[in-house]
């Protein structure tokens, strides 16, 4: 959408923008819901799948941020301020920027139209141009793109003990791997981190992140966690953990640290709840993380640091003892976050919300 700097314009162009979606929706059949039901959505600021992926009998709707919000306020925070959205958005800036305030991912390597660029300070990275000596010294390795989202391009590296190196979960040799690295263009190059034991169990065939929404309130100089949960992959999502591919969401309860009710999302008008782990059976219900206090409050602390990003969704990985914070997102992911709980349930999320929009 255009920034305007008027609000009654971008209200009107995001209503605007979810009729026409829910009835292209209605039209090509992919909108179950009657179109009665679906014009009593739009006065409130949703669009008509809320009505399945919502509770709206157990929660009023002034709970939820509507998609109206997610549009017109989220959306301006992001298009008005693109060059500091910038420094999350591309992996490789996000890296550096957090390393100052939070731990991060070890940064070996950039791989440039097929060229790796050995960035880390060791005496043999020298040797780092080839792919071949970077698994000698690091087995077990992440190469993502540092410009693109959705994880699209996740590859996990691992060096097994006859030569072969598993890719994805692929076997490949050395020329292979080889010859992979040389098609790349615009990846960086990560030691994996290591995740603490309970996430391991619950799925240990790709690293499972947590995300931890902040919003930063400049009338008070605080950080507030709007919510967070717990993202896990499985072997339809596989290597990430995008619960609309698959992948598993289930909720923190943000006092206790303790997971709640996990959802998947099949298509984006339903969902279905998990009570276990569909490929390892390991139930995630009660699951407490380690050090969630802890966690919190470096969070808040950092989020406070970056007060000219006042929307962050960190993605970060539990580690035995600590935490590493895998990057953080300027763009909203409210939806499938919602459908676990609403995020304006609580008077504080409220307040803020609601001086956030005012100022826009």
Not at 218 to 225: G, I, M, P
Not at 314 to 335: A, H, L, M
Request: aromatic share 8%; glycine share 4%; hydrophobic share 40%.
């Amino acid at each position: 959408m255009p920034i305007y700097r008027s609000r009654h314009v971008r209200s009107l162009l995001s209503y605007a923008l979810i009729v026409f979606s829910d009835i292209r929706d209605y039209i090509t059949r992919r909108q179950k819901i009657s179109f009665l039901d679906m014009m009593k959505m739009w006065p409130k600021g949703f669009s008509a799948n809320k009505l399945s992926l919502y509770d709206f009998d157990r929660y009023p709707k002034r709970s939820y941020i509507s998609d109206v919000s997610v549009l017109r306020d989220f959306n301006y925070i992001y298009n008005c301020d693109k060059t500091n959205a910038a420094l999350l958005d591309n992996k490789l800036l996000s890296n550096l920027l957090l390393r100052a305030h939070v731990p991060v991912p070890k940064l070996i390597a950039i791989i440039m139209d097929g060229s790796i660029i050995p960035l880390c300070k060791e005496g043999s990275c020298r040797d780092y141009r080839d792919i071949l000596n970077v698994i000698k010294d690091y087995p077990r390795l992440v190469i993502i793109p540092y410009d693109s989202g959705a994880s699209i391009g996740l590859h996990y590296i691992r060096c097994h003990n006859d030569g072969m190196v598993e890719v994805n979960q692929g076997m490949m040799d050395h020329a292979q791997l080889q010859r992979f690295v040389a098609s790349l263009d615009g990846f960086m190059v990560l030691e994996q981190v290591s995740q603490a034991g309970y996430s391991e169990r619950i799925y240990p065939n790709s690293t499972n992140t947590i995300r931890i929404m902040t919003l930063y309130d400049r009338e008070k100089d605080e950080a507030v966690v709007l919510a967070a949960a717990h993202k896990f992959a499985t072997n339809s999502s596989y290597p990430a953990e995008t619960v609309i591919r698959g992948g598993l969401l289930s909720r923190i309860d943000l006092e206790s640290g303790q997971l709640r009710e996990t959802i998947t999302r099949p298509n984006m008008y339903s969902y279905l709840r998990c009570e276990k782990h569909p490929d390892t059976g390991m139930p995630i219900e009660g699951t407490v993380i380690p050090n969630w206090d802890s966690i919190l409050k470096t969070i808040r602390s950092a989020s406070k640091q970056l007060a000219f990003l006042p929307y962050i969704g960190w993605d970060i990985v539990v580690t035995e003892n600590n935490f590493v914070v895998i990057e953080g997102n300027t763009k909203p992911g409210i939806e499938s976050m919602q459908i676990l709980a609403p995020l304006l349930e609580k008077e504080r999320n409220r307040e803020i919300m609601r001086r956030i929009s005012d100022r826009m």
